[in-house]
Nanobody, 115 residues
Framework: QVQLVESGGGLVPAGGSLRLSCAVSRVIFSIVPMAWYRQAPGKQRELVAQ???????NVEDSVKGRFTISRDNTKATVYLQMNNLKPEDTDVYCC?????????WGQGTPVTVSS
């Protein structure tokens, strides 16, 4: 079964930066698309950014210009660089991939941005 493990979350002041990592195992990482989502308690899960197997990216308008998604196929890891963080970015961030029509999720890493 595909496994995803996020890390890098934490508490940061507004205007600060964090880099989230998601290590993926039990799949040929280089051929799978990856995505970052975020979700606050009681709210719907929100797509943040996506990256295809060949490196094409899409970042949602709400974070465009501040967040960047990237991947390192040699390390089977996808990253989310978050700059100029705002209090409204406070959420649990999860990575996700889709393999053979099945979606896999990590356990999430919490990000808290203080004002």
């Amino acid at each position: 079964q595909v496994q995803l493990v996020e890390s890098g979350g934490g508490l940061v002041p507004a205007g600060g930066s964090l880099r989230l990592s998601c290590a993926v195992s039990r799949v040929i990482f280089s051929i799978v698309p990856m995505a970052w989502y975020r979700q606050a308690p009681g709210k719907q899960r929100e797509l943040v950014a996506q990256i295809t197997s060949d490196g094409r990216t899409n970042v949602e308008d709400s974070v465009k210009g501040r967040f960047t998604i990237s991947r390192d196929n040699t390390k089977a890891t996808v990253y989310l660089q978050m700059n100029n963080l705002k209090p409204e970015d406070t959420d649990v961030y999860c990575c996700s991939t889709r393999v053979n029509s099945r979606t896999y999720w990590g356990q999430g890493t919490p990000v808290t941005v203080s004002s």
